[in-house]
């Protein structure tokens, strides 16, 4: 990508996150972290990809997926009004696992850290 592109894709990104914020109130999207955004060097499309967290048990990453599915368009207009673009790209979303498989290997290493041993911290 180019520095162009990468800088159209983080004012993208950080005005989708505002609006998300601030004017979408669709309860399926929620909790909704962007954590990063593909423009294409034409500028047509975007692929913005989101991870999520849930308070109990297990994201529904469908839910989510439909809701910001649901929610592009509104984004799209809202966003090109703002920001000063002879030309939205086309908004698609897609699930980025990283934050939450991040989440469960810190939990993994803190098991086991707390599994090790007699409860000794090494002095060495």
């Given at each position: 990508?180019?520095?162009?592109?990468?800088?159209?894709g983080?004012?993208?990104m950080?005005?989708?996150?505002?609006?998300?914020?601030?004017?979408?109130?669709?309860?399926?999207?929620?909790?909704?972290?962007?954590?990063?955004?593909?423009?294409?060097?034409?500028m047509?499309?975007?692929?913005?990809?989101?991870?999520?967290?849930?308070?109990?048990?297990?994201?529904?990453?469908?839910?989510?997926?439909?809701?910001?599915?649901?929610?592009?368009p509104?984004l799209?207009?809202?966003?090109?009004?703002?920001?000063?673009?002879?030309?939205?790209?086309e908004?698609?979303?897609?699930?980025?696992?990283?934050?939450?498989?991040?989440?469960?290997?810190?939990?993994?290493?803190?098991?086991l850290?707390?599994?090790?041993?007699?409860?000794?911290?090494?002095?060495?």
């Open positions: 990508m180019s520095r162009h592109t990468v800088r159209v983080v004012q993208i950080d005005e989708i996150a505002r609006l998300l914020r601030e004017d979408v109130s669709d309860p399926r999207i929620k909790l909704v972290t962007l954590t990063r955004i593909d423009v294409s060097p034409d047509r499309n975007a692929i913005v990809f989101y991870s999520a967290f849930a308070a109990k048990g297990e994201v529904d990453v469908e839910s989510i997926g439909q809701g910001l599915a649901s929610a592009a509104f799209r207009r809202r966003a090109a009004k703002v920001l000063p673009m002879k030309r939205m790209p908004l698609r979303f897609r699930y980025d696992p990283s934050l939450s498989l991040g989440s469960k290997t810190l939990g993994l290493l803190r098991d850290q707390e599994g090790d041993g007699n409860g000794e911290k090494d002095s060495t």
